[in-house]
């Protein structure tokens, strides 16, 4: 369903609606005005987005360039580019994320939110180093006022559109260290004005005050476009909810895509009200419904509609799908989670034996933290994994510090840059040379790059610092001679700064080849300079909005280990949760609010959904994630599994037995026997029940309490 389009012998495209079922055609050729199309889990939303594009285009006379498609990935965007491309070629249309869409308007119009269009994006990294030395220069300790809760505390003020002024005040209301974070919020703003950056936050901020102020004045971008497209609307926040209704207000031709049972982002700030009341919103909305699923199979589908029907935050509809029923789902369970994970290591092991291959294999976690025993695992039975939202390639040394001249070349007022590659490779520039650069380009109000052109100021520091400096503004006239080619500029660092012989110098904890990344570095600027226009400039904002999710080696023979929110998106043929616990899975967090235990239950649907063939869930017994033993109940979500997808007791019995018998004790426990648990403490064996998978213990422990424990999960050890 998802495949190439096909193409007579002239070259043209067959018919733009060929193959589409009867709902996806009725979207692709919705006439205009307001479309909502709620679409299920794998029902073909890219497929019916791509021809409705192809359609206003071919059939209606739409100007491409009049067209914004919006999606939340640049991995979407390039999937929805390229589909475009298939059946309408050079098209022109705008297909990108929501930040990347701000980062295109603001370049042109960078004056009205006072940047220039040579404005630098700080990333995460850049962000915190930033707050840091504001912390440190107001005298604070930064181990008591975290740089990394007031970037929380100070996103969500912009999120809530909230200058320093307005964050203030509420701060006051709220302690110490909420009123020092707004004087940070304060210094912060300041910052990034002198430096002519914006940070990710700043992009949906200053974009939507863009398209408001434009709206009221020269109407550019309120006119912009006929017809205005947004994926994945479930996941909208105000900034991007408002965004999107400025620039759809003079047609009102807004097509919206997406799926209430997926909106997994509250915690950034999405705001499932915004599907849900989109027919209030804009009146005379057609509401499109696809539920054909091309992607799982039936017994998939059961379980997820099972579970997301428990929600009341939803638009009622249902997945229907051709394919058989596939496996059961099973269920799986450990003693604690070294042997959850040697277990769900097993499993995958005996998929690939039986022939599925690596890279359709994955495995969901809620949290980062169960990554841990899973890598062990693996390793230890040799299974090849990559994880998603590791360190990733741009957050390498050697990668940021060259992307750091190529900033650096594209914007002078950019101090992080200027500060990380000041004295690297070292040029004798030592740690009080550069406070006195730093205090200097205070006192004139200028950037570090910019002060270092005085010679009053370079005259003004001591020994090989002096020298240091010219040597420091010889390389960028080098590296600034021409922007036009990222390939270009990043050679000429590499060999001006003789950068390899520096980064073979480098001591490192990992295995990593740093030439090697370099040598990717530079293939990465020169695929970008064929296939794009933008010089260094376009590849340095392309870089940075990227995503884990992008920075995915999709074809890699490897099993993918990610978090449930890092595989919104993804599909795979087998797939294995792990984790699923009262406390971890659905969060703890969730346990006194009802509307985040219903996020709790999108996000495990969301799981499910990533499968096309077949499911494994797992749970733990005993979890030590907080230092300490603590005893585990399943997830309430897998008691709200239907029967019917489940194995029978018989097949589950052999299942067991087939996984697990390598970790049959070889010692048999007898009644009367003197043993020990890890919780419990120790106890005496009163009884044996049953045999083999089913056996069962009585022990009565010192306590006096009396246990029944499943003897294959125990956890007792003889005492000798």
């Known amino acids: 369903m998802e495949g190439r389009e096909r193409h007579n012998k002239g070259g043209m495209p067959q018919p733009l609606l060929d193959g589409l079922n009867p709902a996806q055609r009725k979207a692709a050729t919705h006439p205009g005005g307001a479309l909502l199309i709620l679409a299920g889990a794998g029902t073909g939303k890219t497929r019916t987005i791509t021809r409705r594009v192809a359609h206003l285009v071919s059939s209606c006379g739409v100007a491409p360039g009049r067209i914004l498609a919006i999606t939340f990935t640049n991995k979407a965007a390039k999937e929805m580019r390229n589909r475009i491309a298939q059946v309408v070629p050079s098209t022109g249309i705008w297909v990108s994320t929501f930040h990347a869409t701000c980062a295109r308007m603001l370049r042109q119009d960078a004056e009205v939110v006072g940047r220039t269009r040579d404005f630098s994006i700080q990333d995460v990294d850049d962000r915190r180093k930033t707050l840091r030395r504001?912390?440190?220069?107001?005298?604070?300790?930064?181990?008591?006022?975290?740089?990394?809760?007031?970037?929380?505390?100070?996103?969500?003020?912009?999120?809530?559109?909230?200058?320093?002024?307005?964050?203030?005040?509420?701060?006051?209301?709220?302690?110490?260290?909420?009123?020092?974070?707004?004087?940070?919020?304060?210094?912060?703003?300041?910052?990034?004005?002198?430096?002519?950056?914006?940070?990710?936050?700043?992009?949906?901020?200053?974009?939507l005050e863009l398209v408001e102020k434009d709206a009221q004045g020269v109407r550019r971008w309120a006119t912009k476009f006929d017809h205005i497209l947004v994926d994945e609307y479930q996941d909208t926040n105000e900034l991007q909810y408002l965004f999107v209704k400025y620039l759809a207000a003079a047609t009102g031709n807004l097509t919206v895509c997406g799926d209430p049972d997926q909106s997994i982002y509250r915690w950034r700030g999405a705001d499932i009200e915004n599907i849900l009341r989109f027919e209030k919103d804009y009146s005379g909305t057609e509401v499109v419904r696809l539920e054909q699923n091309y992607r799982s199979v039936g017994n998939v589908l059961k379980a997820a509609q099972a579970v997301i029907k428990n929600n009341r935050q939803r638009k009622e509809k249902?997945?229907?799908?051709?394919?058989?029923?596939?496996?059961?789902?099973?269920?799986?369970?450990?003693?604690?989670?070294?042997?959850?994970?040697?277990?769900?290591?097993?499993?995958?092991?005996?998929?690939?034996?039986?022939?599925?291959?690596?890279?359709?294999?994955?495995?969901?976690?809620?949290?980062?933290?169960?990554?841990?025993?899973?890598?062990?695992?693996?390793?230890?039975?040799?299974?090849?994994?990559?994880?998603?939202?590791?360190?990733?390639?741009?957050?390498?040394?050697?990668?940021?510090?060259?992307?750091?001249?190529?900033?650096?070349?594209?914007?002078?007022?950019?101090?992080?840059?200027?500060?990380?590659?000041?004295?690297?490779?070292?040029?004798?520039?030592?740690?009080?040379?550069?406070?006195?650069?730093?205090?200097?380009?205070?006192?004139?109000?200028?950037?570090?790059?910019?002060?270092?052109?005085?010679?009053?100021?370079?005259?003004?520091?001591?020994?090989?610092?002096?020298?240091?400096?010219?040597?420091?503004?010889?390389?960028?006239?080098?590296?600034?001679?021409?922007?036009?080619?990222?390939?270009?500029?990043?050679?000429?660092?590499?060999?001006?700064?003789?950068?390899?012989?520096?980064?073979?110098?480098?001591?490192?904890?990992?295995?990593?080849?740093?030439?090697?990344?370099i040598d990717e570095l530079l293939a990465f600027a020169q695929e970008y300079d064929a296939r794009e226009d933008g010089g260094l400039r376009g590849f340095l904002e392309e870089i940075s909005l990227l995503t884990d999710v992008d920075r995915w080696e999709e074809g890699a023979e490897r099993i993918s280990l990610m978090t449930v929110h890092a595989a919104k998106g993804l599909e795979f043929d087998k797939v294995a949760v792990v984790g699923l616990e009262e406390g971890l899975f659905p969060h703890a967090r969730s346990f006194e609010d009802p509307e985040s235990?219903?996020?709790?239950?999108?996000?495990?649907?969301?799981?499910?959904?990533?499968?096309?063939?077949?499911?494994?869930?797992?749970?733990?017994?005993?979890?030590?994630?907080?230092?300490?033993?603590?005893?585990?109940?399943?997830?309430?979500?897998?008691d709200e599994l239907p029967d019917e997808v489940l194995p029978a007791a018989a097949f589950s019995a052999q299942l067991t037995e087939q996984v697990f018998e390598e970790d049959a004790e070889d010692a048999e426990l007898r009644p009367g026997d003197d043993v020990e648990h890890r919780v419990f403490g120790e106890g005496v064996i009163q009884k044996v029940l049953g045999t083999g998978v089913n056996q069962r213990l009585v022990v009565e422990f010192e306590n006096g309490s009396e246990r029944t424990l499943l003897a294959a999960y125990s956890m007792l050890e003889k005492v000798t």
């Open 597 to 638: 235990m219903e996020e709790e239950r999108r996000l495990f649907y969301v799981a499910l959904t990533r499968a096309r063939k077949e499911l494994c869930l797992s749970h733990s017994r005993m979890r030590f994630r907080t230092g300490d033993p603590g005893p585990q109940s399943a997830s309430r979500f897998l």
């Open 134 to 207: 504001i912390i440190k220069d107001q005298g604070w300790d930064p181990m008591i006022y975290k740089p990394r809760k007031f970037e929380q505390l100070i996103s969500n003020w912009k999120q809530r559109r909230m200058d320093p002024g307005q964050a203030a005040e509420e701060a006051s209301l709220h302690g110490v260290e909420a009123e020092r974070c707004a004087l940070v919020y304060e210094k912060y703003e300041k910052v990034l004005r002198k430096t002519d950056s914006l940070d990710f936050d700043d992009l949906l901020l200053k974009g």
């Open 318 to 517: 249902d997945l229907v799908t051709d394919q058989e029923d596939g496996e059961p789902v099973s269920i799986m369970d450990g003693a604690d989670e070294e042997q959850e994970a040697i277990r769900v290591a097993q499993v995958i092991n005996r998929w690939v034996d039986g022939g599925t291959s690596a890279r359709e294999i994955a495995i969901f976690y809620r949290t980062n933290a169960c990554s841990r025993s899973l890598e062990a695992a693996l390793t230890r039975m040799q299974i090849p994994y990559q994880v998603i939202g590791g360190l990733s390639f741009f957050e390498r040394q050697e990668v940021k510090d060259l992307l750091a001249y190529a900033r650096l070349a594209v914007n002078p007022k950019d101090d992080m840059a200027a500060l990380r590659v000041l004295n690297t490779p070292p040029r004798g520039i030592g740690a009080t040379s550069v406070e006195r650069i730093r205090a200097s380009a205070a006192q004139f109000d200028e950037s570090v790059f910019q002060v270092l052109r005085r010679d009053d100021v370079r005259q003004g520091l001591r020994g090989p610092s002096k020298k240091g400096t010219l040597a420091f503004l010889s390389v960028m006239a080098k590296v600034t001679e021409d922007l036009s080619s990222a390939e270009g500029v990043l050679r000429r660092t590499i060999d001006r700064v003789g950068y390899r012989r520096f980064a073979e110098s480098l001591s490192s904890t990992e295995d990593v080849d740093r030439g090697e990344n």
